[in-house]
């Protein structure tokens, strides 16, 4: 016989449910979250008994950036074998994760992607079975703190976990640390290709010194920020073994990528729609949690070869006669590879670059100093600012030797738009960089027209 709390917990969901089903009928996204905070709010431990209900359990994917796109290279991987809870919306805190449990019934495994700080308390309560660790930059400070502290609190999270695996990014200093330490199962990755190596650190880099003797890192490859083959000379630590590794990695501009995938259980040729080195990293990142959950290679070349951009992040979207390129930008790092992958392909002419400082961007916007701008600028013949910091934006592109006169502010993010797509000629592309509710509230004034269907129909159409 059921318990008391057992049917009040029944009710809780229906109402949790109920509220979904109304939020996406009323043409919102608020189904993304509303329902998980509400059921958290009415049964704490629903979660984790929602969690407890999945056959194959559950994995959790975190990292400052690429973490949306490589959890939905991983679901696309999974997800063609068994059905998924997956919360391809982008709602990673513990509300999103719940909300995704309520919506997914009969799944069998779930599949999450899990802002940096919301890690540890997803892992207390879905105990995954893995744990993907893709890389930690330095980013909206005022919510995170500092890499490492975000780094220690993974670090305690995943602390008396023998049954977890760890999946890592071991290129990443601070992540190869809490590898080093890890009780449990281990599976690392990172870039093996010289070739593609810039020659030193960038001045914005992260995790330039070694936590445990404070002495420079020194690395034979840089790959993105400080991503790289690193050792300390101070005492002697250094990158760990790559049990799976990119290789022989070519770029093909703004049409893709290809790279060699070495894994334990075999190798394949993998092909991406995707361009850059970051994206070479979300993929390999990818095929790591696959294979560390029994995926043979040829399947985890099927599903990244499948692959298409995930919303907002090098996204291209027809718009009428014309295109627009969307790439979100929201830390140094990031904005730094949209950048160097910009100028792998055809030169653009003009950008509208949108600039935020909600709290999901960070309050503190002095991170676009940081940012190598000048190389697009040189190439660009008009800037379009937008977002409610356009005049930050305009003077970091005055002090980047930009003509101001060639400067255009329009705070307003659907007359920068509009403005943008004016002024890109038919069958031309309009290059949107926005920080996160930037990107949002773009792709949201797109889809009202009919372009492309909202970011959460993603999950609503599954």
């Known amino acids: 016989m059921d318990t008391l709390a057992d049917v009040l917990l029944r009710l809780e969901l229906r109402a949790a449910r109920l509220v979904a089903a109304v939020s996406r009928l009323a043409g919102r996204g608020g189904g993304t979250t509303l329902p998980g905070k509400l059921l958290r709010k009415a049964h704490p431990a629903a979660v984790d008994r929602l969690a407890a209900l999945l056959p194959e359990g559950s994995v959790a994917v975190s990292a400052t950036n690429g973490k949306t796109t490589t959890t939905a290279m991983a679901a696309e991987i999974l997800g063609r074998s068994r059905r998924l809870a997956h919360n391809s919306s982008g709602a990673n805190l513990v509300s999103g994760v719940a909300s995704t449990l309520l919506a997914e019934r009969g799944a069998d495994l779930g599949v999450f992607e899990v802002d940096e700080g919301a890690l540890p308390e997803v892992v207390s309560r879905v105990r995954p079975r893995a744990v993907l660790l893709g890389n930690l930059f330095r980013d909206q400070l005022d919510r995170y703190g500092e890499l490492e502290l975000v780094a220690e609190r993974w670090r305690e999270a995943l602390a008396g976990r023998p049954d977890t695996i760890l999946v890592a990014n071991v290129d990443d200093p601070l992540i190869g640390e809490l590898a080093r330490d890890h009780e449990g199962p281990l599976r690392t990755f990172g870039l093996d290709d010289r070739s593609h190596a810039r020659a030193s650190l960038q001045h914005a880099a992260d995790s330039k010194y ?253």
């Not at 003009?350 to 960070?362: H, K, R, S, T």
């Open 210 to 462: 070694c936590v445990a003797c404070g002495r420079p890192y020194l690395y034979a490859a840089v790959y993105v920020g400080h991503l790289g083959e690193w050792r300390c000379a101070g005492c002697g630590r250094s990158r760990l073994s790559l049990d799976v590794a990119a290789r022989q990695i070519e770029l093909r501009g703004l049409a893709g990528s290809s790279f060699m995938l070495s894994t334990p259980e075999g190798t394949a040729r993998i092909r991406l729609r995707l361009p850059g080195l970051y994206n070479v990293y979300n993929a390999t990142a990818a095929a790591a949690l696959a294979g560390a959950l029994g995926v043979p290679v040829d399947e985890i070349a099927a599903g990244l070869e499948a692959f298409t951009a995930a919303f907002g992040r090098f996204e291209r979207i027809d718009v009428g006669d014309r295109r627009v390129l969307m790439l979100l930008v929201k830390n140094p790092a990031g904005a730094n590879e949209a950048v160097r992958t910009l100028l792998d392909g055809p030169l653009p002419a003009l950008a509208v670059l949108a600039l935020n400082d909600e709290i999901a961007d960070g309050r503190d916007v002095s991170w676009i100093w940081d940012v190598d701008f000048e190389p697009l600028l040189a190439v660009l013949e008009r800037v379009i600012v937008s977002g409610g910091r356009a005049e930050e934006l305009a003077l970091r592109c005055a002090y980047g030797g930009f003509d101001r006169s060639q400067i255009e502010v329009v705070p307003g993010l659907e007359a920068a738009l509009d403005r943008g797509l004016e002024l890109t000629p038919p069958g031309g592309e309009l290059v949107l960089l926005p920080t996160y509710t930037a990107m949002l509230r773009l792709r949201g004034i797109i889809a009202r027209r009919g372009h492309v269907g909202e970011y959460w129909q993603r999950t609503a159409s599954r």
